[in-house]
T-cell receptor, first 125, second 116 residues
């Protein structure tokens, strides 16, 4: 079953509004989560690394004031697209790393693996 | 810097035939290698990984991949393709722990089409 839940799966909004996307680890604590953006027929582009209790680390070229990341708990990271514009329309995917041995949760699933949410299709009109 | 190359944008194979999706990588030190599959409008699903040990790795849905250090390759294979295997496949790499990062670098993806 899914280990990472991402919500909403699809959102349509007007230009200028803000949109929040949630990423939850379901039965483990994820100190690190990642946010990716995927363009049509393209690979995944890492936007930022979300670290629980500290500021996110953004990749070069990603506007941190545009894409706000909050990782306030060990099971939830949120990405807020502020003042969205049509060029922000894309498929956004989060992932979480299963904890290493000795850390909390994860059951029998594989360590060192990034598990991905189902993605959020954002369409800005 | 690490990188992944998937030289084929698309692979077509007849149902029941063996399939191969190619991947080569570049990384400092020993690699962690992964294959993921993506169905339309969905996130990525983990298929298999190579960390250490046997070069032939078996994964989900009958897929396997062979790690070849000398050729820096990690090709994905399946003996008999199913129509339901049609999807987008991503190869990914990261350096082993100690490099200070869990970040994955993905290939551009290969679209697999299995023809009935």
């Amino acid at each position: 079953g899914a280990v990472v839940s991402q919500h909403p799966s699809r959102v349509i909004c007007k230009s200028g509004t803000s949109v929040k996307i949630e990423c939850r680890s379901l039965d483990f604590q994820a100190t690190t989560m990642f946010w990716y953006r995927q363009f049509p027929k393209k690979s995944l582009m890492l936007m930022a690394t979300s670290n629980e209790g500290s500021k996110a680390t953004y990749e070069q070229g990603v506007e941190k004031d545009k894409f706000l990341i909050n990782h306030a708990s060990l099971t939830l990271s949120t990405l807020t697209v502020t003042s969205a514009h049509p060029e922000d329309s894309s498929f956004y995917i989060c992932s979480a790393i299963l904890p290493r041995i000795g850390e909390t949760g994860g059951g029998g699933r594989g360590k060192n693996i990034q598990y991905f949410g189902a993605g959020t299709r954002l369409s800005v009109l | 810097a690490q990188s992944v190359a998937q030289p084929e944008d698309q692979v077509n194979v007849a149902e029941g035939n063996p399939l191969t999706v190619k991947c080569t990588y570049s990384v400092s030190g020993n690699p962690y290698l992964f294959w993921y599959v993506q169905y339309p409008n969905r996130g990525l699903q983990f298929l298999l990984k190579y960390i250490t040990g046997d070069n032939l790795v078996k994964g989900s849905y009958g897929f396997e991949a062979e790690f070849n250090k000398s050729q820096t390759s990690f090709h994905l294979k399946k003996p008999s393709a199913l129509v339901s295997d049609s999807a987008l496949y991503f190869c990914a790499v990261r350096a082993q722990p100690g490099a200070g990062s869990y970040q994955l670098t993905f290939g551009k993806g290969t679209k697999l089409s299995v023809i009935p």
